[in-house]
């Protein structure tokens, strides 16, 4: 996404936190919770970890049930260069066949 982020901002990171209030849990409270868990792994990947951060970690999460993946991605660029990188960017994500399942925002900074 090009622009500025518009959540809540991330504990630090990869932190299990509880999904209805974003709040971290302890270890005793997750010990003592009924049922089942929902495990998010949320925080800021430098660019050279990405692949291998994909590599190691997806397959962990896939063995699990109800396994979603968001991308959430923020670029400074200048005003005379947006229009052509949105330009790629759209017709990427329109070869990947996700143009209304992932979408392009931009704000000024």
């Given at each position: 996404?090009?622009?500025?982020?518009?959540?809540?901002?991330?504990?630090?990171?990869?932190?299990?936190?509880?999904?209805?209030?974003?709040?971290?849990?302890?270890?005793?409270e997750?010990?003592?919770?009924?049922?089942?868990?929902?495990?998010?792994?949320?925080?800021?990947?430098?660019?050279?970890?990405?692949?291998?951060?994909?590599?190691?970690?997806?397959?962990?999460?896939?063995?699990?049930?109800?396994?979603?993946a968001?991308?959430?991605?923020?670029?400074?660029?200048?005003?005379?260069?947006?229009?052509?990188?949105?330009?790629?960017?759209?017709?990427?994500?329109?070869?990947?066949?996700?143009?209304?399942?992932?979408?392009?925002?931009?704000?000024?900074?």
């Open positions: 996404m090009l622009g500025e982020l518009r959540s809540s901002p991330a504990p630090s990171a990869f932190d299990l936190v509880s999904p209805p209030s974003g709040e971290l849990l302890s270890d005793s997750i010990s003592k919770a009924p049922g089942k868990m929902i495990l998010r792994v949320k925080g800021l990947v430098p660019p050279e970890l990405w692949n291998r951060f994909g590599s190691k970690i997806i397959p962990k999460l896939r063995s699990a049930e109800q396994l979603q968001r991308v959430e991605l923020t670029v400074e660029v200048d005003a005379s260069a947006l229009a052509s990188l949105e330009n790629e960017i759209q017709q990427v994500l329109s070869d990947l066949n996700l143009g209304g399942k992932v979408v392009v925002e931009k704000d000024r900074q």
